[in-house]
């Protein structure tokens, strides 16, 4: 990304926030994602505050290279982190609680060739030829999801190891159960991008009409997940 873009968000965000974001602390942190995709991150911390929404900035620098004014972006960076706040609420004393969390668990299947540097920070275990990191889901509302990736300082934090991890993942999703659900429709909840436009789906049925059937996976039936099926004993993937 372009530096002096990222410089301008952050040093001019504070101007468009409400009067109790004044204090804010304003940081740009840089995020490895799927396949070793490199983004960068604006978090707000209000006083107090030691998680906060990470707003990636990408797609609002495309939209400012196409000419869109820096102030209509600032503010809506602005009204998107002023909907995501906590409050006053901390989940820091939840998250040592790892009783209470390790039933949020899940799995985040990755391709180990393409996540070289993702598996540097984050607990991650080999099945053959795939690779898998584990997440905690958070919290679900009207405006998204939110959960996090499991990092050795967890695990110490936790007291548990690696293996026990890996069960207790397993453990939690058993418990949510499974369901057959239609790759179209796996396509259609994730087919959003950076700057948030819904992509079109119409294709995956209507353009190709030679082609077989949209197939089915194994979903969750929470929907909160897409779970790591080739993890279980219990099912053979082909």
């Not at 968000?9 to 409400?18: A, D, F, G």
């Amino acid at each position: 990304m372009d530096k002096n873009f990222m410089n301008q968000v952050k040093n001019q965000i504070r101007e468009y926030l409400p009067k109790n974001f004044e204090d804010a602390e304003v940081g740009i942190e840089e995020t490895i994602k799927n396949n070793d995709c490199i983004k960068q991150g604006l978090m707000v911390y209000r006083k107090g505050e030691y998680i906060t929404p990470k707003i990636y900035l990408e797609g609002y620098e495309k939209r400012y290279k196409n000419g869109e004014s820096l102030e209509n972006l600032l503010r809506e960076i602005a009204d998107l982190r002023v909907l995501l706040d906590r409050g006053d609420k901390s989940i820091m004393p939840d998250l040592m609680d790892y009783a209470s969390l390790k039933k949020n668990l899940f799995f985040s299947m990755c391709d180990p060739e393409m996540n070289q540097r993702q598996f540097k920070y984050y607990v991650h275990t080999r099945r053959g030829r795939y690779a898998t990191m584990y997440r905690l889901f958070l919290e679900q509302n009207e405006n998204g999801t939110a959960s996090m990736l499991i990092t050795e300082n967890h695990l110490k934090m936790w007291k548990i190891t690696e293996e026990q991890l890996y069960e207790d993942t397993i453990k939690a999703e058993n418990m949510r159960g499974f369901e057959l659900k239609c790759m179209r429709d796996l396509l259609c909840e994730q087919r959003r991008t950076d700057d948030n436009t819904c992509l079109p789906i119409k294709a995956v049925a209507d353009c190709h009409p030679k082609r077989p059937p949209v197939p089915y996976y194994p979903a969750s039936v929470s929907h909160i997940i897409r779970p790591a099926i080739n993890h279980y004993s219990t099912v053979l993937l082909t």
